[in-house]
């Protein structure tokens, strides 16, 4: 189609009397690129919105948790983890003890969930998605009985706990009373981190996991192991690996089984957004349609000597395709790289804040993907060859004798 797509490059972009068929033209190109933008836009927030959410959470909760239905307990085995290495999903596996408690400090109280691991294996699984701002990870303080304990900024505020200070873990086990007391065990603040999500930064809390065993009462025991795969979206695969190899009483939980009223709620999101912005490409489209439609009426005398001169009714429709896939390609083109600057704006300088309480991350997170950009460009262009069918028939139906009878 290379005599085609001349002409319709030449047919396009070739000065005119008339201003408003350059009007329209460009009105046509601008349509079409902020189709593209919005729905690029669209999707890469949608597309941000859920990896943060993914990185956030399994830095929270790693990819699957290991788990026993007795007590919640289990006894640490060597052996049982090497067999959940022998799985080509998982790349690291650790052991782990959580459980609720409260901490004090200057008569304040806040409950959280307090969360107990080896410092190398807490650097390896969760601390990548914490941003430390006071102090620094440690567990265990030299010269010290005392363990470190690693807070999150909302624990901190509520309690005014600031780093270097000693606050008490107390932990209760049913109904307190004199036969029953409450056990209180003292940690140093050694670092207070934020992860963005406002609710996670006001419950957890870190340290190491032989203080944990001695908090919790479990010198012989652990709540599970924390496993790490090379890609967060085989973890059900991995899962269901652990229900076929491992027996009872052991049981697995993935991250997004524990955070599925998040995905849900991502999910709703979805449908009535990505139908509110293809709008604004329909009219896109339709503006393609009117363009190629004026430039008919303009050059029915040019199309009409055409075919007297031989040219088929079927290169003419040819010509007028070529012509609305030209508007598309710079459409197309125009649209992808404003989506990519705005996308780099808003990731480096986080123009457009959100509120944490609500979202859970503090600014709108945008991830403009090449597969994204590869469907909305496939999808454009389909949608404007078939809309270019309708100006191409009617330009073939043109008859010279009509046009030119009076020339």
């Known amino acids: ?65 290991l788990l026993s239905l007795r007590n919640d307990r289990m006894k640490g085995n060597d052996s049982l983890q090497e067999r959940l290495m022998e799985n ?80 008490d873990i107390l932990v209760m086990k049913g109904t307190p009373s004199m036969f029953n007391p409450l056990k209180i065990h003292q940690a140093i603040v050694t670092g207070i981190f934020t992860t963005g999500m406002k609710e996670y930064d006001k419950s957890l809390a870190y340290t190491s996991l032989i203080a944990g065993k001695k908090i919790f ?90 075919k007297s001169m031989g040219m088929k009714p079927s290169k003419i429709k040819k010509v007028v395709i070529a012509e609305g896939m030209i508007i598309s390609i710079m459409g197309i083109i125009l649209g992808t790289v404003v989506a990519k600057i705005l996308e780099f704006i808003q990731m480096k300088y986080g123009l457009f804040k959100i509120s944490a309480d609500v979202y859970f991350i503090d600014k709108i997170p945008i991830d403009i993907s090449l597969l994204s950009i590869l469907i909305v460009s496939i999808i454009g262009m389909i949608l404007a060859v078939i809309a270019s069918y309708i100006p191409a028939r009617k330009a073939s139906k043109i008859k010279p004798v009509e046009i030119l009878r009076y020339e």
Request: proline residues 2%.
């Open 88 to 167: 080509d999903y998982a790349i690291y596996s650790a052991p782990f003890i959580n459980s609720e408690a409260m901490l004090r400090n200057k008569g304040e109280t806040e409950g959280i969930l307090l969360e107990c691991m080896s410092e190398t294996d807490f650097r390896k699984i969760m601390f990548p998605s914490k941003e430390l701002i006071q102090g620094e990870l440690k567990f265990d303080i030299s010269n010290s009985e005392i363990p470190g304990i690693y807070l999150g900024k909302g624990i901190a505020q509520n309690i005014f706990v600031e780093v270097g200070d000693t606050l």
């Open 1 to 65: 189609m290379k005599f085609e797509f001349y002409l319709a490059k030449k047919s396009l972009f070739q000065k005119h009397k008339s201003k408003y068929v350059s009007f329209i033209r460009l009105l046509a190109i601008l349509g079409l690129t902020i189709g593209v933008v919005a729905l690029l836009i669209t999707i890469g927030i949608l597309n941000g919105f859920e990896k943060n959410m993914i990185d956030k959470i399994t830095g929270f909760d790693g990819h699957i948790r």
């Open 217 to 306: 009462d479990m010198s012989k025991s652990i709540t599970g192991y924390n496993i790490l795969l090379n890609d967060a979206s085989l973890a059900k695969e991995m899962s269901e690996w652990i229900g076929k190899n491992l027996s009872f009483p052991y049981y697995s939980t993935t991250w997004k089984e524990r955070n599925s009223i998040l995905f849900k709620w991502l999910d709703t999101q979805k449908a009535p957004i990505m139908i509110v912005f293809s709008l604004i490409a329909l009219v896109a489209i339709v503006n393609i349609i009117s363009t190629l439609i004026m430039l008919i009426l303009v050059k029915e005398k040019d199309i009409a000597i055409l």
